[in-house]
């Protein structure tokens, strides 16, 4: 039963865009609530503070949205555990009922812990949600940056947004996406660490060094 | 307005004018009409080397005629533009035009009005401006405003329809305003959505600043045509930048100082309106440059957040106007996209800690790792 080998599950695209998209959306989030509702912070009209926060937002904006349309690339190209099909189980009969049968463990009613090498099709579904996410939130926060330079190539290129949305239920929508995927961000953790101990596969280290511990052929 | 017409009426469209004589009657010196054409092409963002041309323009320019139509409105844009307090130099631009049908300042009442409006149409035939203020309401064929017995819409198609160009001065005229605010009983629309066909140039606001609608018709008569606008229809030079990136208030934003209560010291101090509710940050217009009643002032420099009444559909989706973001659908009124967020996050953290428990005692299989298909 023990005849496990290291298998390499996670390359090296996948882990760096996981991990820059950690760090982007904790900046994102600290910055976005500060934007969102600030506090006085500045003694003097000199100072800077709202300027430097909105500046490392944006900064932190553009690195988040390479990172996104980079994986969605890596999506095309990188090995079977990181390709898109892994993000649509339900194109599948296998993919719907691995799908059924982690629902049936997460709620209690199997008893079977499933051990799948790449993700789990749940969470692959999940993720592909987190990702239209992500573009909600790289669209709507792209649109906000342009009205600062009205008739400018980016405005007129994400001009469109503006009909989908008001001006300022895109705010909103920005604002409640974050909370959305701060949400999952919540549940993302939890669901490792579950996992972790109840597959015993070192899931969580795997994001880290990318091998996971597999039985089977090979 | 409409005064020294009296002996030329409609129809006189192609004269010219004696603007030396003009000034000389009013009693304006030259060098403040230098200045209003100053003022002018610095209104209009073109170089100061234009103020001579706009002064030969107005000199020169053949009389077009305009007419002034008010359908769902408040006449606030008329009063707007009365009230000036030192009109004359202000007031020659309309002077030079011929303004044959204005319903709250003309003298002719009734069909005799309805008769001079009549006739521009007749004569002057895409060669005229309309302006239009107030909103066109079209459910139930438009009976929601009617004049003289025709229904605004009706009116709207033919005088518009028919002009060189249309004026749609305020956010009523524009995009429909108060009038059409949820649930619009009357489906009251802007003039470009009552008269597709027409040619128009949106001059939103609530109301207008008359400025921009001076700046506007020099613009014509200067250049022969209407100035570029935005994909709102909005002329860039009024409504080009954002009231927040011309703020008097900006730096305060910028370095983090906020007027958290009204009254507060922060307020007294002339802090950012930001967290009163501000929505200086998704309205365009030259407001803090341009500014009301000749340049006295405007709604954030007294010390009031904007309230967007220059963008599409404020009274819906600029509310509430004292707060950041609009209340989120479906929740109370005081619930907000954050407290929302929060108690979401928090439910989260709470049923996963709930699930953990319960994993915790979970007899499961005792094999490791992943396993390939």
């Known amino acids: 039963m023990d005849n496990l080998h290291n298998k390499y599950v996670w390359e090296v695209p996948v882990r760096v865009t996981h991990w820059v998209n950690f760090l982007a959306i904790v900046i994102l989030s600290v910055t976005g609530v500060y934007i969102g509702s600030p506090k006085t912070l500045a003694l003097n009209p000199s100072q800077f503070v709202m300027g430097w926060v909105r500046f490392i937002h944006f900064v932190t904006g553009y690195v988040f949205a390479v990172s996104v349309i980079s994986r969605i690339y890596w999506a095309f190209v990188g090995n079977r555990y990181a390709e898109w099909r892994e993000f649509l189980p339900v194109l599948t009969a296998d993919g719907r009922r691995q799908m059924l049968e982690m629902f049936r463990y997460y709620t209690f009613i199997g008893k079977r812990v499933p051990h799948p090498v790449g993700h789990n099709a749940l969470a692959g579904i999940t993720y592909l949600l987190v990702f239209v996410l992500y573009l909600v939130m790289i669209l709507t926060g792209f649109a906000l940056y342009t009205e600062h330079a009205p008739q400018s190539f980016g405005h007129k290129a994400l001009g469109w947004m503006f009909l989908l949305f008001s001006n300022q239920g895109m705010r909103l929508t920005h604002h409640m996406t974050m909370w959305f995927l701060l949400a999952f961000a919540i549940h993302h953790v939890y669901s490792a660490w579950l996992m972790d101990v109840k597959e015993k596969g070192r899931v969580i280290s795997s994001i880290f060094s990318g091998y996971k511990p597999v039985s089977g052929k090979n | ?373």
């Not at chain 2, 008329?78 to 009230?83: G, K, P, S």
């Not at chain 2, 963008?311 to 600029?318: A, H, I, L, V, Y």
């Open chain 2, 1 to 373: 307005m409409g005064k020294g017409n009296d002996e030329d009426k409609a129809g006189s469209g192609e004269r010219m004018l004696d603007m030396p004589a003009i000034l000389e009657k009013r009693g304006i010196s030259r060098r403040d009409f230098m200045k209003f054409c100053t003022a002018m092409s610095a209104a209009l963002a073109l170089p100061v080397t234009f103020a001579p041309r706009i002064a030969r323009a107005l000199e020169e320019v053949k009389r077009p005629t305009l007419v002034w139509l008010e359908f769902q409105d408040c006449a606030g844009n008329t009063e707007a533009l009365l009230r000036a307090s030192n009109p004359t130099v202000a007031e020659l631009v309309l002077d030079v035009l011929s303004v044959d049908y204005h319903e709250t300042i003309m003298a002719a009442a009734g069909h005799q009005a309805e008769e001079a409006l009549a006739k521009v149409i007749k004569e002057q035939r895409g060669k005229y401006i309309a302006v239009v203020e107030g909103s066109i309401p079209l459910r139930d064929d438009g009976v929601y405003c009617c004049i003289g017995g025709r229904s605004a819409v009706d009116i709207a198609r033919e005088v518009c329809g028919n002009a060189f160009a249309t004026i749609a001065a305020g956010s009523c005229a524009a995009f429909g305003g108060i009038p059409a605010a949820a649930p619009n009983p009357t489906g009251a629309v802007g003039v470009k959505d009552a008269v597709p066909g027409a040619t128009v140039i949106n001059l939103p606001g609530c109301p207008l600043n008359p400025d921009n609608l001076t700046a506007t018709v020099v613009h014509f008569l200067t250049f022969g045509r209407l100035p570029s606008a935005d994909s709102l229809g909005r002329p860039l030079f009024a409504y080009g930048k954002r009231i927040h990136d011309a703020c008097e208030r900006r730096p305060h934003f910028d370095a983090g100082q906020y007027v958290e209560q009204w009254g507060d010291s922060a307020h007294r101090k002339g802090h950012c309106l930001y967290k009163m509710g501000c929505k200086g940050p998704e309205t365009f217009h030259n407001c803090p440059t341009q500014r009301y009643n000749e340049k006295t002032s405007w709604p954030v420099g007294a010390g009031h957040g904007c309230v967007g009444c220059s963008e599409p559909m404020f009274w819906d989706t600029m509310t509430p106007f004292y707060k950041r973001l609009p209340t989120v659908p479906g929740f109370g009124i005081e619930s907000t996209a954050d407290k929302i967020g929060a108690g979401l996050a928090v439910a989260t953290a709470a049923a996963f800690a709930a699930h953990g428990v319960v994993s915790a005692f979970r007899h499961d299989d005792k094999s490791r790792g992943g396993k390939e298909e």
